[in-house]
């Protein structure tokens, strides 16, 4: 009887008994269709049966050129000298799916701000074996050393992805890998080096106020991507929202997203921005704020002094500590 491995790819391999001894072959041919008719009965016809003649030994057969994860229906034939025997039996086989082959590389389609770069590649779509998801890596070497995935897997419908949190000034090279169900691509082939331009910082974001005295107040701020490439943070207030006349100043990074502003004004509602500063130039400024600064009044009338000590030179006097509403006590 003729029978098919139990699990094939596009190639599978038939495999019969040969006729009983005595009989002299002359060849042998293997024939193969996709088509039926009613109830799944195979369809024989030249359009679509697939013959591969076999030598005269042979008891097995690899048929190619079959189409992935489809049914097919096979038979076996033999001939001697007196012509060809009726085809075997049928024997029912199905192709599987295999892993994707290797992508193409893929190429830069866009660069955005903040050291992201938006590259895309192209899908083969090839149906014996249909890719599932995409896996991507990038590294400054072409060899793929140290290199960094980028995270998750991207679904198979997807040619596009975008990488974040670059550095400017780095060279760096992209790789993509296809996969399915059975297995996964070989990396495809690096892509041409794309370089990250150096970019002023994107803009602070969140700027509040943390503590307000009379004529000082500590400020907060999210610090835009990339925040280790901030070389400095410019602060700038005035008393009215459209910054005329702002005084400005500069504000030292070392990591910091906070500040302490004085010689503010006292009762005076205050508007204030800060910026981030790198090697390319000044983000701009982050959305304004407003607040009131303390007023100052006058201290607390003070408790009659006691005398402590009297000397000859002098008297030394102490009296109970007077709160200055908000601002500092000179006597």
Known sequence: GVRAAPSTYRSPTVRWQPPAAGSYLRGQKVRLTDRTSDGEIPLWSDEANIITEVDRFAEQAVVTGLVADRTYWAQVAAENEHGWSAWSPVARMRTTTGAPVQPPRPWVV??????????????????????????????????????????????????????????????????????????????????????????????????????????????????????????????????????????????????????????????????????AENRWGKSDWSAAISFETRPVRVPDKPRAPRLVEATALGVKLSWPAVSGNGAPISL
Not at 235 to 259: C, H, L, M, Q, Y
């Open 110 to 275: 866009e660069e955005g701000p903040g050291g992201t770069m938006t590259l895309q590649w192209r899908d083969e779509d090839d149906p014996d074996a249909p890719v599932e998801g995409w896996r991507l890596r990038y590294s400054v070497d072409p060899n793929m050393s140290l290199a960094q995935m980028y995270q998750g897997e991207i679904p198979g419908p997807y040619t596009q992805a975008t990488l974040m949190g670059l550095f400017p000034g780095r060279t760096y090279y992209v790789q993509i890998q296809a996969s399915n169900c059975k297995g996964a691509s070989p990396w495809s082939e690096s892509s041409h080096p794309f370089t990250i331009e150096g970019r002023q910082p994107l803009q602070c974001q969140k700027l509040a106020v943390t503590d307000i005295g009379s004529d000082r107040a500590r400020f907060l701020w999210q610090p835009p991507p990339q925040a280790d490439q901030v070389m400095q943070y410019m602060f700038r207030w005035a008393t009215n929202p459209e910054f005329e006349d702002a005084a400005s100043f500069k504000i030292a990074s070392g990591g910091s997203v906070t500040g302490e502003v004085r010689e503010f004004p006292a009762g005076t509602t205050i508007y204030a921005s800060v910026a």
